[in-house]
């Protein structure tokens, strides 16, 4: 009889909290490419005589993240002390919480490979402050050999939300999956950049393995996954080498595993360092926190339309595919620009073509947020409301566009720079010019007319001249109709 | 000139009026610093040259016809777990090498805002940890009564300073009694006021939510004074109370203690105590009794029995926390070693003192898995029981008396050897920083061998006011502390 293995996955996701300052001083969180040690002051670098004072936008947002992971936020919550020695926690010991996290018993969904809606249940969400960084002088950054090492306190005392999840997780692509609907989320609601790769979004997994024989294996943490990827391969890996050790009747034991995603194996790093009694206690110098009567229900209400509801109601409301939805709901950006078009005069489908096809072009080509796009939404719109009246064609409008992108100019002169009106070529102007490229090509004419075009292809070449010579301002509906009264008439 | 016998109130008056100078007043107190400090070792840190700078700023301010504050040119003495910027801060420890904060404790700052005039820093018991200013890395601090016996401690040098006549104040810090038991030990009065009261932004942490900083003074009166001054509410201090803090000068008149309901602690009275501190207690109560007050005998057991087991789990599990810090990654000593760990066994276990490492010892163990709940959590509900016990007795009272401390002060050496002796010499005040009580020392007079004798007074909760006035009256009739070697 063969055995069958259940991989059970449960993650730890660390989100950087995009408040302005530090959770418990008021020195500055924009620590990426700041001078090493420069974004501190006597409090976060832990100096004796300093004492917290907790950061009010850091609860918000922590607030605010619970409620969109459908969580219980608690009226009276406190902060603990985590106690371990190491040089990048100037206070050898990490402000936390413990008993009483802020936030519980949520969910969040996530869309299984069938398609169906599969919860993930949410354990707790919790603040605490972020460690310094250390950096160590080996070729692999890594403790080990290294005869010096330098610590960069810039990052210390940074909030962060701790999310961990329910072990609800089956396979690497959920793991992958949910991570993403998760910083989506944050980005979402403005509370967190949700960059894995700058370290703003962190994910340790837990992963174990259980045997249809009854067997479960002990669980195994990996840590040091800085991308979607990596956390998906790690995990594969993780899988393989527990159904292996379990097939081999080998006892797995619980430790903590480093990602390696050079080599993409997971070591071991069992070490003292690890083997903590983090001898948690109340902060006695922060007082309970109690979230004033009507808070939760005020961060409630401003909460902003959640990504799957947003993208439920593009569908229904404005008829795109499930694709086109997905795709201009992905980001909160996008799909207020989106919908900044529409309410501009844009018509549902053209905008969304344009936006999913050019505008996003562009943004990856030239690796640009959309917040930084020189083209605003009203202008957009008005380009689309043109377009829909026919009075300018899809070649003309991305002339135009390319044009404006290039030189951050606006529609108006943008068009007579490219030489194009707005209205087009069309009517008698059209006729006129159709009737040239007849003359100039007489000997196609000829053919036509003789009946021998038999599949059209010919009279497809003279309606592309048209297009050509007209810089795509004419409507090609009517310069076929022109084209095929003016080949009729001789 | 002796202007050093001057009390806060006269220097200020007399700098303010033009008839003595900050500078003269300064040097006065330098010019005693310097004939006893050799025998005393007070001061850690002294700071000569910019106390006179300091100085004649305050004259300058006065000749420009500026207010240079309440405490206008006062000598003030602060213990050395305050930072003040630039000024060595060292906790009496050698971990800390020659750190100078960059940041200045805020009661320090208020202190200076009002004219105050820093003179140095306090020696005291290594990080605060101790009742005799023995446990210091810059050696013991006598008491000025008698240099064989102790100051008291842990703000031993802060006591000595102001019953010396170095300064008409000082200030303290107090965890378990380490105020208001060096008051008593060098015949000043020392306030422990609420947990709460007075910011404790930039006083080096021991045991955060027991440790409190407070003022020691020749009088009652300097006692409020310098209340007023360094209680304001301090944003920087989650846990300082945020409301406006009434006039504590104002309660200094009252005449008696008519209608007021003075406790007494049963337990206590048959507590086994020195019979001259016993003698100085009774004499007390006599005098409360004639003020007019009704004495009431209060039953407090749990504190008398439990108080302190649980702040000797309490107050080590949260230093073993707060002393953590001290690794030498960023400031004081420091050591190059092959390993991390190397480096920290090197570093706390050169720049700790024994004190220091049996009380981290202790913390450690009581907060570790396993031991959590018998010993830190059991802890925090007796505090519980005990913060209860004496709401309900401040339903009935308004004050509570009971001894300070249960001798005069010992001598040098005695109870070094003997912790937990050492320890029961706070026994009587920490239950009150455990229910985060203001608590008051007052000397109630000499013992025959000219020992200082004091009493302490036991307020409710932000009850500084009603503390004070009944101290007020009580002093009346014992006179303001006296200096000593003074020849009054």
């Known amino acids: ?490 | 000139m002796d202007f050093y016998r001057l009390s806060a109130h006269e220097i200020c008056r007399k700098v303010k009026s033009g008839e003595i100078t900050a500078r003269e007043t300064i040097e006065s107190s330098l010019e005693r610093i310097n004939s006893l400090e050799k025998g005393l070792n007070a001061l850690i840190t002294r700071v000569d040259e910019r106390a006179l700078e300091k100085a004649d700023r305050v004259d300058r301010m006065l000749s420009a016809g500026e207010d240079p504050g309440l405490l206008a040119g006062v000598p003030v003495v602060i213990k050395d777990n305050m930072c003040v910027q630039g000024i060595r801060t060292t906790c009496a420890s050698r971990i800390l090498g020659d750190w100078k904060p960059p940041f200045t404790a805020t009661v320090v700052a208020e202190l200076e805002k009002e004219g105050a005039i820093v003179l140095g820093k306090a020696n005291m018991d290594e990080f605060a940890m101790g009742s005799s200013t023995e446990h210091s890395a810059f050696g013991p601090c006598s008491n000025p009564w008698d240099p064989d016996r102790v100051p008291g401690g842990s703000s031993g040098g802060s006591a000595a300073s102001v019953a010396a006549g170095y300064a008409p104040i000082s200030l303290g810090s107090d965890t378990g009694g380490s105020i208001r038991q060096p008051a008593a030990f060098c015949g000043t009065c020392g306030l422990k006021p609420t947990y709460g009261l007075v910011s404790r932004w930039g006083l080096v942490a021991f045991a955060s939510s027991l440790d409190q900083i407070g003022p020691f003074a020749r009088s009652i009166e300097d006692i409020a004074l310098t209340l007023q001054v360094i209680s304001k509410p301090d944003p920087r201090d989650s846990t300082c109370n945020p409301s406006k803090r009434p006039d504590y000068q104002s309660v200094l008149d009252q005449s008696s203690l008519k209608e007021k309901k003075v406790g007494i602690v049963k337990e206590f009275m048959d507590y086994d105590i020195d019979p001259e501190v016993r003698e100085a207690l009774e004499k007390t109560i006599e005098v409360a009794r004639s003020e007019g007050a009704e004495i009431v005998e209060l039953s407090l057991p749990v504190m008398v029995r439990y108080g302190l087991a649980t702040y000797y789990i309490i107050a080590p599990a949260e230093a073993s926390s707060n002393l953590a810090r001290y690794d030498g990654v960023r400031y004081g000593i420091s050591s190059e070693e092959e390993d991390l760990m190397d480096m920290y066994l090197k570093i706390r276990g050169d720049g700790f003192g024994e004190e220091v490492k049996r009380r981290i010892l202790t913390g450690t163990y009581v907060l570790s898995s396993g031991y959590y709940d018998a010993y830190y959590l059991t802890a925090q509900k007796v505090r519980q029981i005990m913060t209860s016990e004496f709401k309900e007795a401040f339903s009935r009272v308004d004050t509570i008396i009971m001894p300070t401390a249960p001798t005069p002060a010992f001598r040098k050496g005695e109870l070094l050897d003997d912790p937990i002796q050492m320890y029961m010499a706070d026994v009587f005040t920490l239950p009150i920083n455990m229910a985060g009580l203001p608590g008051l020392s007052l000397n109630a007079g000499y013992s025959r061998k000219g020992l200082p004798l004091g009493v302490q007074l036991i307020g409710p909760k932000w009850g500084e006011m009603q503390l004070l006035a009944a101290a007020s009256v009580l002093e009346r009739s014992f006179g303001p502390s006296l200096i000593a070697g003074g020849d009054q």
């Open chain 1, 1 to 490: 009889m063969s055995l069958l293995f259940t991989p059970v996955i449960g993650l730890e996701i660390h989100v950087q909290l995009a408040t302005a300052s530090k959770i418990f001083c008021s020195c500055s969180t924009d620590y990426i490419g700041a001078v090493p040690n420069t974004n501190v002051c006597p409090l976060c670098l832990g100096l004796p005589g300093t004492l917290p004072v907790l950061n009010a936008k850091a609860v918000e947002y922590g607030v605010r993240a619970s409620l969109a992971l459908n969580c219980t936020v608690r009226n009276a919550t406190r902060f603990h002390r985590k106690n371990y020695f190491y040089p990048d926690l100037p206070k050898a010991y990490q402000i936390s919480q413990y008993d009483l996290p802020l936030a519980e018993h949520g969910f969040i969904n996530i869309t299984s490979e069938d398609g169906t809606l599969r919860p993930i249940g949410i354990t707790r969400l919790h603040l605490e402050e972020d460690a310094g960084k250390l950096v160590h002088g080996t070729s692999d950054g890594r403790l080990t050999g290294a005869s010096q090492s330098f610590v960069d306190y810039n990052r210390g005392g940074v909030p962060l939300a701790e999310i961990v999840s329910e072990p609800d997780l089956r396979t690497p692509a959920e793991a992958r999956q949910y991570v993403s609907v998760i910083r989506q989320l944050v980005r979402y609601l403005g509370v967190s950049d949700g960059d894995m790769e700058k370290g703003s979004l962190r994910v340790d997994a837990n992963i174990s393995v259980k045997c249809s024989d009854g067997r479960w294996g002990e669980r195994a943490e990996i840590k040091n996954m800085n991308s979607l990827k990596a956390l998906e391969r790690a995990l594969e890996y993780e899988i393989k080498r527990h159904i292996k050790m379990l097939s081999e009747g080998k006892i797995i034991i619980q430790e903590t595993r480093h990602w390696n995603d050079s080599q993409g194996i997971t070591i071991s790093s069992r070490s003292k360092e690890e083997a903590h009694d983090y001898r948690y206690f109340p902060e006695p110098d922060l007082p309970p926190l109690v979230l004033p009567d009507g808070y939760v229900k005020e961060q409630l209400d401003k909460l902003p339309e959640l990504p799957w509801d947003r993208k439920r109601r593009f569908k229904d409301t404005y008829g795109l595919s499930e694709q086109d939805s997905a795709t201009l709901t992905e980001n909160r950006d996008m799909a207020d620009f989106y919908e900044n078009c529409l309410i501009s005069g844009g018509s549902p489908e053209r905008t969304a073509n344009w936006l999913r096809t050019e505008v996003l072009r562009v943004l990856n080509e030239n690796k640009m947020e959309l917040k930084d796009f020189p083209i605003s939404s009203h202008i957009i719109a008005e380009m689309i409301v043109m377009m829909d009246n026919r009075k300018l064609s899809n070649t003309a409008a991305k002339e135009v566009f390319e044009h404006m992108i290039e030189n951050s100019s606006d529609l108006h002169s943008a068009m007579s720079l490219c030489d194009i009106s707005a209205g087009g070529i069309a009517g008698d102007q059209l006729r006129d010019l159709v009737s040239k490229i007849l003359e100039q090509n007489n000997d196609v004419v000829r053919v036509i007319r003789s009946g021998e075009d038999l599949n059209g292809k010919k009279q497809k070449y003279l309606k592309g001249l048209v297009m050509r010579e007209t810089r795509g301002q004419a409507d090609p509906s009517e310069v076929s109709w022109i084209l095929a009264s003016l080949l009729e008439n001789n």
